[in-house]
C-alpha cells in the first residue's frame, strides 16, 4: 500500500469517529469511539507489518483527532 492508502483509511476512521460523537447518549458515543479507536490501532499494526516505514503514530494521530470535550456534557 502506499502513502496515499494510508491517508485515505485515517480519514475515513477520523470521519467514522466525529459520527459516533454525535451519538444520543454519552454511553453510546463512548463505546462507538473505542470501537473505533481499536479498529485504528488494530489497522495500524498491520499497515506496520506489511511496511516497515509506516508511521503508527502518525496514522494514529490523524485518526484521532477529534474534539471529544463535548462528551464530558452530554
Given at each position: 500500500m502506499?502513502?496515499?492508502?494510508y491517508i485515505k483509511f485515517a480519514q475515513?476512521?477520523?470521519?467514522?469517529?466525529?459520527k459516533q460523537l454525535d451519538a444520543d447518549t454519552k454511553e453510546e458515543a463512548l463505546y462507538g469511539y473505542d470501537l473505533l479507536e481499536s479498529l485504528a490501532y488494530g489497522m495500524a499494526d498491520i499497515f506496520k507489518a506489511d511496511n516497515p516505514?509506516?508511521?503508527r503514530s502518525k496514522?494514529?494521530?490523524?485518526?484521532?483527532?477529534?474534539?471529544?470535550?463535548?462528551?464530558i456534557d452530554k
Open positions: 502506499s502513502r496515499k492508502d475515513l476512521l477520523k470521519a467514522e469517529v466525529e516505514n509506516f508511521n496514522f494514529m494521530d490523524v485518526c484521532m483527532d477529534v474534539d471529544t470535550s463535548e462528551l
